[in-house]
């Protein structure tokens, strides 16, 4: 079942902040997220799982509210390369080998 | 390293074609995986394997069939294009010693555009 993204899209200017959440109505052990420009492949931002742990890039930061199975990512002091549409994956438990991704949200940072 | 390889990166096909998408990584790494995306889909996973010879399906197989012969190669294929297959594919793999990729970045090919008539 696919996680839901919420926005579906935000439009920034440089130097602003925003929140972009993702949650799922069954138990979660992992949740991924990844940013897709325009044409091209995704690519990994982080990791984030059940208990705790976390892998990712220094610059970007997430958290994972177990008891909600809610994900939100932060994009703090945006940057014109912050651009681009954010994906959400999520894994029922360890080993699933599934990740279902959602919806995407779309991010747009104006100069 | 080349990283994760797709071929081709556009193709056409008519009804009822078949055809195979080539995928490669040169990273040894054993999690590889198909997903398609649609516009306003997100990725959905196809088929998904754990290490050579082992393969199995995810959110939407139908339709499609793949093997893994090597550690290297994950060929998707498509018996019977149908309109509906018009989508972009994306091949991804991960390393990790259990082959998830609950611990581990996903690196994703670059992608084919696939278009059925």
């Known amino acids: 079942q696919q996680p839901v993204q919420s926005p579906q899209a935000v439009i920034l200017r440089e130097g602003e902040d925003a929140v972009i959440n993702c949650s799922s109505s069954k138990a979660l052990y992992s949740v991924h997220w990844y940013r897709q420009k325009h044409g091209e492949a995704p690519i990994f931002l982080m990791i984030?799982?059940?208990?705790?742990e976390q892998k990712g890039h220094d610059k970007i930061s997430a958290s994972f509210n177990e008891k909600k199975q809610q994900s939100s990512l932060y994009l703090t002091a945006s940057q014109l390369s912050y651009s681009g549409t954010y994906f959400c994956?999520?894994?029922?438990?360890?080993?699933?080998?599934?990740?279902?991704f959602g919806a995407g949200t779309t991010v747009t940072v104006r100069a | 390293n080349a990283g994760v390889t797709q071929t081709p990166k556009f193709q056409v096909l008519k009804t009822g074609q078949s055809m195979t998408l080539q995928c490669a990584q040169d990273?040894?790494?054993?999690?590889m995986s198909w997903y398609r995306q649609d516009p306003g889909m997100g990725l959905r996973l196809i088929h998904y394997?754990?290490?050579?010879?082992?393969?199995d399906q995810g959110e939407v197989p139908n339709g499609y069939n793949v093997s893994r012969s090597t550690t290297e190669d994950f060929p998707l294929r498509l018996l019977s294009a149908a309109p509906s297959q018009t989508s972009v594919y994306f091949c991804?793999?991960?390393?990790?010693?259990?082959?998830?990729?609950?611990?581990?970045?996903?690196?994703f090919g670059p992608g084919t555009r696939l278009t059925v008539l």
């Open positions: 994956g999520t894994e029922r438990w360890s080993n699933d080998y599934k990740l279902s």
């Open positions: 990273m040894n790494h054993e999690y």
């Open positions: 394997s754990v290490g050579a010879g082992i393969t």
């Open positions: 984030l799982l059940k208990g705790g």
């Open positions: 991804a793999s991960s390393s990790g010693t259990s082959g998830a990729p609950s611990y581990n970045e996903q690196f």
